[in-house]
């Protein structure tokens, strides 16, 4: 099941959201990023936060429109768009696209990309899309994972919460070949699709692929 969370941060790129809407089986609104749904031209089925984004008469109107409001105390420990996150895994989703995630406040968007390696999204699919973006976590084990795009398409491999050991990337102009990444040090970042896929596969460790398409 294909779900679409709009989170509440900056908002640049309707038109691309409006390309993915069609394919979604579920929507989702992380507080205020209700907005942004309403700007794309559809009403999210379920609003979830704590509602400090969303005047009155905004929930008055989604209600009224089909969108169930979950509503958190505003002294939770989670962000809107984790409960979001949390509650598109409950209801079963399998791939999960976000939007508005990025702009404005930094600890905000760096918490936001980081929500990709909680446990609960484990063997999920689950991107960051904004503009001509495309942020994913690429796990430990099994198959690996794969880059799609263009060839020239930039390809960033950062890592998270620690070194990346025994890296193995192919279908880029930098190959890798059970390489480790250090956490810390740029070394990953702005390589090159060489072709319109590649594959990476890594030992232990997170990786954050961000994937930015040409003009």
């Known amino acids: 099941m294909r779900t679409i969370i709009f989170a ?10 409006r390309e993915l809407l069609p394919s979604a089986d579920r929507i989702i609104a992380a507080d205020g990023g209700a907005r942004h749904a309403l700007a794309a031209g559809v009403t999210p089925h379920v609003v979830i936060g704590d509602l400090d984004s969303i005047s009155p008469e905004e929930r008055t109107r989604l209600e009224a429109a ?4 979950i509503r958190h105390s505003p002294r939770k420990d989670e962000t809107d768009l984790e409960l979001a996150l949390l509650h598109a895994a409950r209801q079963g989703a399998t791939e999960i696209v976000i939007l508005a995630a990025l702009g404005g406040r930094l600890d905000q968007t760096i ?13 999920l699919d689950v991107r960051v899309v904004e503009g001509a973006q495309t942020a994913f976590l690429i796990r430990a084990g099994g198959d690996g994972a794969t880059i799609e795009g263009q060839p020239g398409d930039t390809v960033s491999l950062i890592p998270l919460g620690g070194d990346a050991v025994d890296v193995t990337a192919e279908g880029l102009e930098w190959t890798l070949h059970g390489d480790t ?35």
């Not at 089909?66 to 409001?69: C, D, L, N, S, T």
């Open 8 to 17: 509440n941060g900056e908002f640049h790129h309707a038109e691309r959201a």
């Open 111 to 123: 918490a936001n990309l980081l929500l990709l390696a909680l446990p609960e999204l484990d063997g």
């Open 66 to 69: 089909g969108a169930r409001i």
């Open 181 to 215: 990444l250090h956490f810390g040090p740029a070394r990953g970042v702005s390589n090159v699709l060489a072709a319109n896929r590649a594959r990476v596969h890594l030992g232990h460790g997170l990786l954050l692929c961000i994937v930015t398409r040409g003009e």
